[in-house]
């Protein structure tokens, strides 16, 4: 396990926290400072568990590099990445590992997540891994024309997924692109012996006031883009025509929908708050 960790000192402590209840108990854990100048280190110092290793950057260095070093500093074959302010749930590993021990060839597993807010209530539940040619193992074709179809990332975030080590070296690692860190990486790992969605919702991922997701929403739409069109030409071989329009018909439906998750991020107390909670899913208020 490893956690990339710039300036997250109010979300730190529940992520390893997290990450402590597995009911899987072989694991390290990785915290890679980024030279975080609020007290996010401390927070990581005050966990007493001999897995956890607190690791610090110099200096700061753009996301794309610190999560490679943060994997280059881990020592075990297989690995999850786990963004600073993101949860998983207590089964997640125990459920992912034997994933990838009963198939050497799988470089890949992934799961479906909740979406919370800064308060940790669900504004949206079991994201991710939606259409049935994600679930179970799939080629990289079948994952490569999904990606294309659905103009955002179907796999899922960096928590869902486990991968194996010699896999993502193989692979070239995280792509430059800050926007593609997940769907990226999972687009190279699946050449490399294809995937295998578990319709499972074993984390979350934080819509958190002030984070990337809510902040940069036009910068990530142009790097989405420019992902897409990577991909397309990089596997232009197997993305059909009607691959492409098909994404082309859905973006403007997830772009309204990532605008509300963006917009209910904020002021987890606030009337509006509750209101965009509910338009972005509401079955999350009738069960939170």
Known sequence: MVIPLYQKERYIGRTLASVLAQTFDDYEVVVL???????????????TDPRVRLERNPETIPAPQNFRRAVELARAPLVKVLSADDLIYPTALAEQVPVLDDDPGLPLVSCRHDLVDDDDHVMSRDRALRS????????????????????????????????????????????????????????????????????????AFRLATGSVTSSAFRRNIALQHQFLRELRDR??????????????????????????????????????HRWLRAAVDPRASVRS
């Open 132 to 203: 049935p040619d994600l679930l179970g193992r799939q080629d990289a074709t079948t994952v490569i024309r999904r990606i294309v179809r659905h103009r955002g990332s179907p796999l899922g975030v960096p928590g869902n997924m486990l991968f194996r080590r010699s896999a993502y070296d193989a692979a070239g690692g995280f792509p430059d692109n800050p926007y593609a860190l997940d769907i990226g990486l999972a687009a190279r790992l699946v050449e490399h012996g294809g995937f295998y969605g578990m319709p499972r919702t074993l984390s």
């Open 33 to 47: 400072d980024n030279a975080c100048t609020d007290g996010s280190a401390d927070v990581v110092r005050s966990f």
């Open 235 to 272: 596997h232009h071989d197997v993305v059909r025509r009607r691959d492409v329009v098909a994404g082309l018909v859905r973006e403007p439906f997830t772009t309204v929908r990532q605008r509300l998750m963006a917009a209910a991020s904020t002021d987890p107390a606030s009337r509006r």
